[in-house]
């Protein structure tokens, strides 16, 4: 498949998710031997599975790093195209932030030598504070209260707490489709087995 100049690609790695640490060993390994020159990559965790996206000509160069790490992927990757409506609308400004909140990650890690142990703690929380407040904080403008007051002390943490709530409910709908792929593929996988004896 032949891909036009500028075209993000999506490597979607498969059983990427269950062993984070190692997973992300590879993430900072493809960043470090190739992405760290590709000013639009980025990664998101899926769980079961992990999307890297990159500008189609680095493609070829992360192919052989994804293989020599075991990682099963598909090939020709594909081009992204955002399913989310708001993302998709405004791709061009979300992938600059995805790529810059990929970078901050791999950053983070790599000048916080104990950062596993902070995953609770102060470090992460406070850098997800500095990325979370300041978008915030610039809606505030847009919000459409005209008491400043209210806006600055409550408009943002009443967001906060919404987005908490329907992060955890999307969050228990993804584990729980998850989890019926597993069992409806494990039962797959024993009927082939009984149809065989």
């Not at 500028?6 to 993430?27: N, P, R």
């Not at 599975?49 to 020709?76: H, N, S």
């Not at 943490?157 to 409806?184: D, F, H, P």
Request: a negative charge; charged letters at 30%.
């Amino acid at each position: 498949m032949e891909f036009k100049q500028g075209t993000i690609v999506e490597f979607k790695l498969e059983d990427f998710g269950y062993d984070l640490v190692q997973a992300f060993d590879i993430i900072v390994a493809l960043y470090d031997r190739a992405l760290k020159n590709d000013p639009e990559w980025h990664y998101f965790n899926e769980g079961d599975y992990a999307f890297i996206r990159c500008a189609y000509r680095w493609a070829e160069v992360i192919k052989p790093i994804l293989k020599q790490y075991d990682v099963e992927f598909a090939w020709p990757p594909k081009e992204w195209v955002e399913p989310y409506p708001l993302t998709q609308e405004f791709q061009t400004e979300f992938k600059d932030v995805f790529h810059s909140l990929s970078v901050l990650v791999i950053q983070l890690y790599k000048n916080k030598k104990n950062a596993r142990e902070y995953v609770d703690n102060y470090f992460i929380k406070a850098a997800a504070d500095r990325v979370i407040h300041p978008f915030l904080n610039m809606a505030t403008y847009i919000c459409g209260s005209e008491d400043k007051e209210i806006v600055a002390t409550n408009w943002e943490a009443e967001m906060m707490a919404e987005l908490t709530v329907s992060r955890a409910y999307i969050s228990g709908m993804i584990c729980g489709e998850q989890r019926m792929k597993r069992i409806m593929e494990s039962r797959r996988k024993a009927d082939q087995r009984d149809a065989q004896k």
